[in-house]
């Protein structure tokens, strides 16, 4: 049958419906379009007609647009347009009615054109609102959540029906976003969501209870992989920021947050280290706040970190009832003298000088300054002075902002402090002066500072700045603020690592400063142009409290002042660090870049799109490379497999559990933490060239920042040890014996140093760990007594090096001589984890392993051998090394 002739067309709606379909089949788009138009025309009932084509199309797919009764609809909705006098007020109420009630039965389809068109053209709003309602619950009864929802909103019915009938099954099928559409805009409805996800946070909260309310959703399509209180307490947290809710409404989730912030605050101070007293001090305070429960908690994590004695005392703070006490505290509480049974919680900022300590001199970047050149602004009239100075044409102003830590207890972040620079003085903005905040005059002095093309301005990382100071300040969203001559130093500082990596690949020998230091951000870029890191200990502190203290302020000016210093040597030579002469031109340069990629993505994106609509054509073979699972592409079957250390990628917080076993097995794992948000991901992907794991919601959206074959989605309900099987082999990655902790489990580190058991001895003694007395009858071989007199420097230089293990291949081992001997710490600042270390210990262990980034100590236990069995099935053993696999391998101590 010839189709180019639209005259060949009947009135018969089955014969316009074959006609239709086999110009859908032969592609013939064109002709389809002019058939449909002159069809509809000669049909005696167009209306019903429409119905009887779209009930009879083959080939239904839910949710899709290139279907034949979405092409259908849309010539239809054409013509109709164009055929006012078509409607249903020409049909009796009766014929009417029956029509409105077949075009609802259509309403399954979720692609909102194809909804939105039939409720235009059969006029579904006006039907009684009964009869929607009743539809609505009856694609629910029949497991179609998602069209019901759907259905839902746009009838604006939300209220009519139950807010959990109608969510639950959408957020156990990770549908989240809808059931956040469902009920947004009512009031009472995201209160209730909130409180209901709240609810799935309690500590005694069971999965099953879902099952025994709601029996009929079908278990198989259901994960409770969405209902971990991790994933849940981040929905809960950034839908009160989105409804304006009380946090009053989410004790759950609030007190999840804060018992994992007040994890992180015991490792920092006790583990890490890397916490100053005072500032744990202040933020223990509050976090635990007025929670009787985290008050508790608080005091077992100090009896497990730290001492009964400092449990004690923080057990009095809170007047905690004896019978919460645990084991110990109450006794230690009544032999506590009335001096040590306060917290001392003095204020040192009048105590501190305003010059450090010669050692901290030396170790740390120092700003050039005395203290009256320091000036605290917190009133308009303060003000003045520093807008004369800030404001000069030419100026060069070096600009930070520091904000309190939340922690993740909070969701938006105000700055607390704005530092302006200047050659010879500095400013500190004091924002938590509300009277100052708030007043006109410094929103415009911000607004005349950030816009002035004659004032270049300094920062590093200004991104995070801008946030917190729109949070700050809600004004600036309404009337936009002009950046002009910003020059973020991040930017210059990405281009250097750039180009010392590329002298590496190249072949030179040239090791990049930093790769193995503690620093990073800011204090390495400072290190690395200025020959000493910044001092960063004072920056998690509470930059709300006041007044000040010193070393507060210290690092607050240093931040600021140091980005001119930075600035100064740069443009003197920018060739020597691989620069333009011009280094605005580089922002805008990649400013510009970033538009091109941009652009790119979206004309790929419109490619895709086309070949989806139309032919579907061979895609271009791929460049063969030597990158493989560095590239983040899945290497081909044929390609050899790769050792671990190529593979390069960050876990997201919900697959510690992966990152952990991965690292195991030698592979660079970065792990996000609990506070962290997805985004994080993607920007450690984009800065270290890494490959995200995730798995759930993010998914897409990390996938869409950091391209195809750079993000992998993994099953939450799957164990952690079948995910890495799932990773390694996806990445075609073969592991080897040797491979098995070649990482510190702790940091990701693969360098240690190999400390002798004597050595390790004299350590603990110095540091007081192991008395003389304790330790003469365990030490295997008694030293000579003028041995015992000698100093731990000689223990950094050994009269015979200790033979390193044979299963270690992959590490990099470091000298013992590189070790502090008086403080124990390594180069990167991290002390020697001695506190781990069991005494009984020292007479089956000969020889100990430090890793150099963090400290942590390892030795020769059976954990190997479980690992070894654990992943037999992806490991690469040969001749060669099955002798190593049969041996001990290095186990983490148990803390």
């Not at 590329?502 to 400072?526: H, R, W």
Request: hydrophobic share 35%; with cysteine; aromatic share 8%.
């Amino acid at each position: 049958m010839n189709h180019t002739t639209p005259e060949a067309v009947g009135l018969d709606p089955a014969m316009l419906t074959y006609q239709l379909f086999e110009l859908w089949n032969s592609k013939d788009l064109q002709t389809l379009h002019l058939v449909a138009l002159q069809g509809f025309s000669k049909l005696s009932e167009p209306l019903e007609a429409l119905l009887t084509i779209l009930e009879n199309c083959p080939g239904k797919q839910k949710g899709r647009s290139q279907t034949l009764g979405h092409r259908v609809l849309i010539e239809f909705q054409t013509w109709f347009e164009a055929n006012p006098q078509v409607n249903l007020s020409s049909l009796s109420e009766q014929e009417a009615a029956v029509l409105q009630q077949r075009a609802l039965a259509l309403l399954t389809d979720t692609h909102p054109s194809f909804v939105d068109s039939l409720i235009n053209i059969y006029e579904l709003s006006s039907l009684d609102t009964a009869i929607l309602q009743g539809h609505i619950v009856w694609l629910h009864s029949i497991k179609c959540y998602k069209e019901a929802a759907a259905l839902c909103i746009k009838f604006k019915l939300q209220n009519n029906l139950n807010m959990e009938e109608m969510c639950v099954p959408l957020i156990l099928q990770d549908k989240i976003t809808l059931a956040e559409s469902f009920v947004t805009g009512y009031s009472d409805l995201e209160k209730q969501l909130v409180t209901l996800l709240d609810s799935w946070c309690h500590p005694n909260f069971r999965a099953e209870e879902i099952n025994k309310r709601f029996p009929h959703l079908p278990q198989s399509k259901l994960s409770t992989a969405q209902i971990q209180p991790k994933i849940l307490t981040k929905h809960i947290f950034r839908l009160v920021e989105k409804f304006k809710i009380d946090q009053v409404l989410c004790p759950n989730a609030l007190h999840k947050r804060r018992l994992d912030s007040l994890r992180f605050l015991m490792y920092k101070r006790f583990v890490e280290k890397s916490m100053t007293d005072e500032n744990w001090t202040d933020h223990v305070q509050y976090v635990v706040a007025d929670d009787l429960e985290l008050q508790i908690q608080l005091v077992e994590m100090l009896v497990k970190y730290c001492s009964l004695r400092k449990a004690s005392q923080w057990s009095l703070r809170y007047n905690i009832p004896r019978y919460r006490l645990p084991f110990g505290v109450w006794e230690t509480q009544q032999s506590l003298p009335p001096h040590l049974q306060q917290i001392c919680l003095s204020d040192s900022a009048q105590t501190e000088e305003w010059v450090p300590s010669p050692s901290h001199c030396q170790r740390f970047y120092q700003v050039p300054l005395i203290k009256d050149k320091v000036h605290f602004v917190n009133s308009p009239e303060a003000l003045q002075r520093c807008r004369g100075l800030m404001l000069k044409e030419g100026s060069i102003v070096g600009v930070d902002m520091e904000w309190q830590p939340t922690f993740g207890c909070m969701s938006t972040q105000k700055v607390a402090l704005i530092q302006l620079a200047v050659f010879e003085e500095v400013f500190l903005l004091d924002l938590c002066a509300s009277r100052f905040c708030q007043h006109p005059e410094t929103v415009i002095f911000i607004r005349d500072l950030f816009s002035q093309k004659s004032i270049l301005k300094l920062a590093y990382g200004m991104a995070g700045d801008i946030k917190c100071l729109l949070a700050t300040w809600p004004e600036l969203l309404e009337e936009p603020l002009k950046m002009e001559e910003m020059l973020d130093l991040l930017s210059i500082h990405q281009k250097i690592q750039r180009g010392k990596v590329n002298q590496t690949q190249n072949g030179t020998k040239e090791v990049m400063v930093g790769q193995d230091c503690a620093e990073k951000g800011l204090s390495l870029m400072v290190q690395q142009i200025l020959g000493r890191p910044l001092d960063k200990t004072e920056q998690m502190s509470n930059w709300e409290k006041r007044p000040l203290r010193i070393s507060q302020i210290r690092y607050a000016v240093a931040d600021a002042y140091c980005l001119l210093d930075v600035y100064t040597v740069l443009s003197s030579n920018p060739a020597s660090f691989g620069l333009p002469a011009d280094l605005r031109s580089l922002t805008a340069s990649q400013s510009e870049t970033s538009k091109d990629k941009k652009q790119k993505e979206k004309q790929d994106k419109q490619a895709k799109k086309e070949e989806c609509q139309g032919d579907k054509r061979a895609s271009p073979p791929r460049p063969d490379t030597e990158k493989g699972a560095l590239g983040g592409e899945k290497p081909s079957e044929d390609s050899p497999p790769l050792p671990p250390q190529q593979l390069r990628v960050v876990c997201d917080n919900m697959l510690q559990g992966l990152g952990r076993y991965l690292r195991c097995l030698g592979v660079d794992v970065v792990m996000l933490e609990n506070t962290d948000d997805h985004r994080v991901a993607a920007k450690l992907a984009q800065a270290e060239g890494r490959v995200i794991l995730t798995c759930g919601q993010p998914f897409q959206s990390l996938r869409s920042q950091v391209g195809e074959g750079r993000c992998l989605s993994l099953d939450c309900s799957e164990k952690a040890r079948d995910q890495a099987v799932r990773v390694l082999r996806h990445f075609n990655v073969q592991p080897t014996p040797s491979d098995i902790f070649s990482r510190c489990q702790a940091c990701n580190s693969d360098q240690y140093v190999a400390v002798p058991r004597e050595d390790m001895i004299k350590m603990l003694k110095q540091k007081g760990y192991l008395q003389d007395q304790d330790n003469a009858d365990q030490t295997p071989e008694k030293s000579h007594p003028q041995e015992e007199e000698e100093n731990l420097c000689d223990i950094v230089t050994p009269a015979v090096t200790p033979e390193l293990p044979r299963y270690a291949l992959q590490c990099r081992w470091a000298p013992l001589s590189g070790l502090d001997p008086d403080s124990l710490t390594f180069p990167g600042r991290a002390p020697v984890q001695l506190h781990t270390v069991p005494p009984a210990l020292l007479l089956k262990i000969p020889l100990f392993y430090v890793c150099t980034r963090c400290g942590k100590v390892f030795w020769e236990g059976s954990h190997f051998d479980r690992v070894l069995s654990m992943f037999q099935e992806v490991l690469h053993i040969t001749e060669e090394n099955t002798e190593s696999a049969a041996m001990p391998m290095m186990a983490a101590q148990h803390n």
